[in-house]
């Protein structure tokens, strides 16, 4: 990982889960490393224990928080040569009706709003650098339909009509856009969202795993691991001419669709 060395490098909701551990391994490879998290509690652990990231408390989603944060990014680091828009919400488990607005407008808040915002500030910084990457993280939700999950897949999909869009303005000063679409990845983030939709549909989490797995054609869930791979991959020099695509990694999955419980 040694075309890793000296990038300067900011991931959106460092403090936890995928995030977290990107930031951990690319600053372990030699990146300069900058976070941002809203919760404040784990932003601080965070900071304890790897006190050579820089960790800012920002809401993605707060225009005014994150113009602070980009400030900040501009007078410590100058220039930045990667962006990862890592932050994201579930949003809620329930058939459309049963959506409520507020729901479906806190996760196109926090996926898409914050996506747009952070690159936006964060393109100044990669032309200063002479071009750089914009990594965005989507889902198998980004290119299908996902029953129980309106307001999910609605920022997931429009995720990557932003990638080509934006592929196509800043191709010519060598800025690349693209989108890793991750499946489920094991952990506690995906054991909630089949919680929430047990409880739901009234019937056990149990049932839920299993069909999301057999939803793929490897019956598997996903490593973080694999997703800061494809990261490294796509900050390599065999990536440089890689852009406005959606790179899946998700055990090929078959299909999305709508579990009949109990004949629903």
């Known amino acids: 990982m040694e075309h890793i060395k000296d990038l300067k490098i900011v991931i959106t909701a460092g403090a936890s889960g995928v995030g977290a551990e990107m ?3 690319l600053s372990q490879a030699g990146a300069q490393v900058l976070i941002c ?4 509690t784990l932003l601080n652990e965070f ?3 790897n006190p050579n990231i820089i960790s800012i408390e920002a809401d993605v989603a707060n225009e005014k928080q994150i113009s602070s944060m980009f400030s900040s990014i501009k007078d410590k680091f100058g220039e930045i040569n990667v962006l990862i828009n890592n932050a994201g919400i579930a ?3 329930a058939k459309l009706e049963d959506t409520s607005f507020d729901k479906w407008k806190e996760t196109l808040n926090v996926n898409l709003d914050g996506t747009f ?7 100044p910084l990669l032309k200063k650098a002479g071009g750089g990457s914009i990594i965005n993280i989507g889902s198998t939700s980004s290119f299908m339909g996902t029953p129980l999950r309106s307001s999910y897949s609605a920022s997931k999909w429009s995720l990557i009509g932003l990638t080509k ?3 196509m303005e800043y191709g010519a000063e060598n800025i690349r856009v693209n989108t890793i679409c991750p499946t489920s990845v094991n952990g506690n983030r995906i ?3 089949i919680q929430k939709e047990a409880k739901y549909r009234d019937t056990t989490p149990e049932k839920i795993k299993s069909a999301y797995l057999n939803q793929t054609s490897l019956k598997v869930f996903i490593d973080v691991e694999e997703i800061i791979g494809m990261v490294v991959y796509l900050l390599s020099p065999l990536a440089k001419k890689i852009t406005g695509q959606m790179l899946v990694i998700d055990g090929h999955t078959e299909n999305l669709s709508i579990i009949d419980e109990d004949g629903e």
């Open 91 to 93: 949003g809620p488990s």
């Open 117 to 123: 915002l952070c690159s936006k500030l964060a393109i």
């Open 47 to 49: 900071s304890q224990n």
């Open 191 to 193: 054991e909630n969202v």
């Open 165 to 167: 869009t934006w592929a």
């Open 37 to 40: 998290d809203k919760n404040k």
């Open 23 to 25: 930031a951990v391994a």
